[in-house]
C-alpha cells in the first residue's frame, strides 16, 4: 500500500488531490451527520418563532375556540410518509414564486413545527389568514412584490397583531420603534400604528422594496427584515462578498439563521395545509365581515360595545392600534362589523356625547386666588416609629427627614421632635373691603385665633404637629350654618358635570368645601359634600 498521495506524485497533483478531498468532504459534511443535527436543532418552546405561535393562545377569545377543541390530540404524526424528504422535496419544487425555496434539515424542522408540534395553533394561524391575507396581497399587488411574503408575517407574530417581541418588537410585522417611526408610523400615549394591519402592511412593503433595491435577493431581504441591513452587510463582508444567504448565514445572528429557514417552512405548509390534515380554525370575522368608518370626535370601548352591543374583547381586538381602550378623536378609523356600521352612524352624536362624559380627566385647575407656602414644623417622634415609618406619616422622604435635622443614622426616640416642612394652601388677602366688613373679619379672625391657640395647645400635649408660623390666616368658605349634602361619585363623574346636577354650585364651591389641592383626583366610591343654597 502507497498511501492516497505515492511520493511519486509531483507536488501540485498532490495539492490539487488534497483541495479535491476538502471540497467533497465539505460536500458530505450536512449529510453524513443530518440524523444528529435534525434532533438537537429542533425548535424549542424557547424559539422565538414557537413563542409567537404560542401566544394565539392568548386570542382564544376572539377565535373563539371550545376547551374540547383546545384538547384535541395532534392531527398529524410526522412519522408519517408526507413528512419524507423525497415527498417534501418533489412538492417544494412546485412551488411558483421568485423566491428561491431551498430545502434542508432545518426547513424540515420548520415544517415540522408548523404541521405536526403546533398543528392545532397552525390552524388557527390559517383561520386568521381569512382575515388578514386579502389586504396583504392587494398591497404586495401594489408594490409588485413576491405574493409569498404574507407569510412572513406567520413567522414575525404568527399574525397576532398585539403580538411584542422580547426585544419590543411590535405588531403582526413586528416594527421595532425606530424602524417603525422611519416608515412613518405613528406611535404615542394613545396610538401606536405597528398595530394598525394596514399601515403597518404598507410599511413593511415598502420596507421589501428598499431592501430588494439594496441586495437583489428575496432570502436577503428576508434576514435584513429580521436582523437589519447591519448584520446582513457585515456578513456578506466576512463572507468575501457572497450575497447567497446559506454561504453569509453562519456569520449571521443565530435567530436569523433560523428565521429564513422558518419561513420556507411555513410557506411549504400552508401550501399543502391539507396534506397535513390542516383546516382552518376561522375566527369570528374574516377580511368580508369587517368595516372602517372615520370617527370625529372621543370614543370610549366601554360606550362603543354598551351602545353596538359588541364584545368588548371583539372592538379591541379589531382596533389593536389603540392603546387605551378608547379612539383619541377626529383623523382616526373604527375597525367594525360591517353589520354594526349603520347602528354606528344612527348613534354617532349619542357615542360622543356618552363618552364625552366618560374620558374628560376628572384632574383640574387651582384657582387664580389661591396660594402655597412652605411652612415649618415641629413633630413629635411616636412609639415605637423608626425613620420610615416617620417619614410616610409626613408625607416626605426619610432623606429629607435627616436633611432637615442634620441625623447622621436612622435612629428615633420616642418624644424627640424633628422638624418638618410642609406646604399649604393659603388665601389671597382681599385688596378693598369695607369698614362693615373688615369690622366682621376682625372680629372672626378673633374667635379663630382663640380657637387655633386652644388647638395647639392641645396639640402639643398629645404630640401632634404645631406650626412655628408667626400669622395664621383662616377664611371661613361658609357658616357654621350651613348645611351639606354626600355626593357619591360615579364612573364618568368630573366636578363640572356634578356642579352642573346642583342648583347654585359651581366648581369653585366645591374646591373650597372640600379642600382639593392640584394634585387630588375623583375616585369612583368616594364621598364629596355638596353644600346647600338658601
Known sequence: MTGIFPDSLPAKIIIMRLKKLVYSIALLLPFIGNAQVVENTQPQSGDPIAAMLDSLVSIRNVVRLS???????????????????????????????????????????????????????????????????????????????????????????????????????????????????????????????????????????????????IYGDWLLVIASYNCGPGNVNRAIARAGGSKNFWEISRFLPAETRGYVPAFIGATYVMYYAKDYNITPTTPTFTYFDVDT????????????????????????????????????????????????ISLYLANEESLYASSGTELQPSSFAIADDVGYVQVKQHVKVRKGENLYSFAKRNYCSAKQVKKWNNLRSNYLKAGQKLVVYTTIKQKATPV???????????????????????????????????????????????????????????????????????????????????????????????????????
Open 67 to 213: 376547551e374540547t377543541n383546545l384538547q384535541q390530540p395532534p392531527v398529524f404524526s410526522e412519522n408519517d410518509a408526507v413528512l419524507s424528504d423525497a415527498f417534501i422535496q418533489e412538492r417544494i419544487s412546485k412551488i411558483s414564486t421568485p423566491i428561491p425555496l431551498t430545502y434542508n434539515y432545518q426547513v424540515k424542522n420548520y415544517i415540522s413545527l408548523y404541521a405536526s408540534q403546533r398543528a392545532q395553533l397552525t390552524s388557527r394561524v390559517l383561520g386568521l389568514s381569512r382575515l388578514y391575507f386579502p389586504y396583504f396581497e392587494q398591497m404586495l399587488d401594489k408594490y409588485n412584490l413576491p405574493v409569498e411574503l404574507k407569510y412572513l408575517a406567520i413567522v414575525e407574530s404568527a399574525l397576532n397583531p398585539t403580538a411584542v417581541s422580547s426585544a419590543g418588537a411590535t405588531g403582526i410585522w413586528q416594527f421595532m420603534y425606530n424602524t417603525g417611526k422611519l416608515y412613518g408610523l405613528n406611535i404615542n400615549s394613545y396610538i401606536d400604528e405597528r398595530r394598525d394591519v394596514r399601515l403597518a402592511t404598507d410599511a413593511a412593503c415598502r420596507y421589501f422594496q428598499d431592501m430588494y433595491a
Open 293 to 340: 368608518v372615520g370617527v370625529k370626535n372621543n370614543i370610549s370601548f366601554r360606550q362603543l360595545s354598551q351602545t353596538l352591543n359588541i364584545p368588548y374583547d371583539v372592538i379591541a381586538f379589531l382596533n389593536p392600534v389603540y392603546k387605551r381602550n378608547m379612539i383619541p378623536g377626529e383623523g382616526n378609523r373604527l375597525y367594525l362589523p360591517t353589520e354594526k
Open 432 to 534: 378693598e373691603t369695607t369698614t362693615e366688613t373688615a369690622a366682621n373679619d376682625k372680629t372672626d379672625s378673633a374667635k379663630v385665633n382663640t380657637a387655633v391657640k386652644a388647638d395647639s395647645s392641645a396639640n402639643t400635649e398629645t404630640g401632634a404637629v404645631t406650626s412655628e408660623s408667626k400669622t395664621t390666616q383662616v377664611n371661613q368658605t361658609q357658616s357654621a350654618a350651613s348645611k351639606c349634602i354626600i355626593h357619591l361619585v360615579q364612573p364618568g363623574d368630573t366636578l363640572w358635570n356634578i356642579a352642573k346636577r346642583y342648583e347654585g354650585v359651581t366648581v369653585e364651591l366645591l374646591k373650597e368645601v372640600n379642600n382639593f389641592t392640584p394634585q387630588s383626583t375623583l375616585k369612583v366610591g368616594s364621598k364629596i359634600k355638596i353644600p346647600t343654597v338658601g
